[in-house]
Each structure stands twice: as structure tokens, then as C-alpha cells.
């Protein structure tokens, strides 16, 4: 999950560098949105952990 969020970083900084917007917008926002939900499944794991 981490990486496809790295992935979709990287397309938004490269398409912004070449000068589209709206995709640069677009990956930004699935990037973070696969970030989040990376972080939220971390925690879980984690707290899932240590219950045992």
C-alpha cells in the first residue's frame, strides 16, 4: 500500500514539474488517500499486536 501511495507521488511531482495540473492534482490526492489508509491499517496491525 505504502508503495502504490510512493508511486503515485512521484507521477504528481513529475506531472506538475511537466506542467499538468489536473493529473499532478489527481495522483496527489490518491496518493494521500493510500497513505491514510496505509497508516490507519498500521496502527490496527500494530494495536492488533500487542492484544496478543
Known sequence: M???ALIFFIVAIVAAVLGFGG???GA?????VLFFVFLVLAVL????????
Not at 496491525?45 to 496478543?52: Q, W
Open 23 to 25: 493529473i499532478a492534482a
Open 28 to 32: 496527489a490526492s490518491i496518493a494521500k
Open 2 to 4: 505504502l508503495n502504490y
Open 45 to 52: 496491525s500494530l494495536l492488533r499486536g500487542l492484544m496478543k
